[in-house]
């Protein structure tokens, strides 16, 4: 059967130590590959980049206890995909409708940086869990990196499908590419990304979606 997820995958020898290393620092940090987490059979699925330090990899939930899960949970549970606008914990009762939330890479990277051979091998889970959707699943890319890793998961080339706020792409599959820029602190408080914007692109798939 194709693995989707492996909590004890130790593949990325420099993330593997890196997460020791932090466990030692935080031994009550979840501090090891986050599963993604929602719905089995979405008609949503999020792509983010990786856990956080203090966020996803402390709490083993995907943003969750992080700034970016703050607009994130805030937009989800705004367009009806969460059952509470704030994802506190992993056992906060907090439940996705028609929703999945993953990541591009599974584990902690060294100052939020994944390289490229790290988000390569990562990319075998993320290809076997776009395998596993329905087509009409809208599948929304992150930020430009889990917007390459998608394509990549998907064996398409980033030049038939640039990355661009905003933009959704019907793929040969059957899937829908939408993507936003990263709901970081650092594009939030530099306004490259605001709440209306990112609203927006979730009406679009609201609508997709119950059309």
Same mark, same amino acid.
């Given at each position: 059967m194709p693995v989707t997820f492996d909590v004890d995958c ?8 890196? !997460?020791?290393?932090?466990?030692? /620092? #935080? ?16 008609? !949503? ?5 990786a856990p956080g330090l203090h966020g996803a990899n402390a709490? =083993?939930?995907?943003? $969750? ?6 607009? !994130? ?8 995909? *969460?059952?509470?606008? /704030? ?5 906060? =009762? ?7 939330? $993953? ?7 060294? *100052? ?5 051979? /790290?988000?390569?091998?990562c990319n075998a889970f993320l290809a076997t869990e776009l395998?596993?959707?329905?087509? =009409?699943?809208?599948?929304?890319? !992150?930020?430009?990196? +889990?917007?390459? +890793?998608?394509?990549? *998961?998907?064996?398409?080339? $980033? ?6 706020? =905003? ?10 590419? +939408?993507?936003?820029? #990263? ?10 990304? $605001? *709440? ?16």
């Amino acid at each position: 059967m194709p693995v989707t997820f492996d909590v004890d995958c130790r593949q990325c020898k420099r993330l593997s130590r890196f !997460l020791d290393s932090v466990k030692q /620092e #935080h031994p009550d940090y979840y501090c090891r590959p986050v599963p993604p987490f929602g719905t089995r059979q979405p008609r !949503l699925l999020i792509v983010g980049l990786a856990p956080g330090l203090h966020g996803a990899n402390a709490s =083993g939930r995907p943003f $969750t206890g992080d700034f970016a899960g703050i607009l !994130l949970y805030q937009t989800l549970h705004k367009f009806g995909f *969460a059952s509470r606008s /704030e994802s506190v914990s992993a056992d906060d =009762g907090l439940k996705l409708r028609q929703c999945r939330i $993953t990541n591009a890479v599974k584990c902690l990277p060294p *100052a939020n940086k994944p390289v490229g051979a /790290e988000i390569n091998t990562c990319n075998a889970f993320l290809a076997t869990e776009l395998g596993s959707l329905k087509k =009409g699943t809208i599948v929304l890319a !992150l930020g430009s990196i +889990a917007h390459t +890793a998608t394509l990549k *998961a998907l064996g398409l080339k $980033t030049r038939d499908y640039p990355f661009g706020h =905003g933009h959704f792409y019907d793929l040969p599959n059957g899937l829908v590419l +939408a993507t936003s820029y #990263h709901c970081s602190r650092y594009n939030t408080q530099t306004r490259r990304l $605001t *709440a209306a914007m990112f609203h927006a692109v979730f009406r679009k798939i609201r609508k997709r979606i119950d059309a």
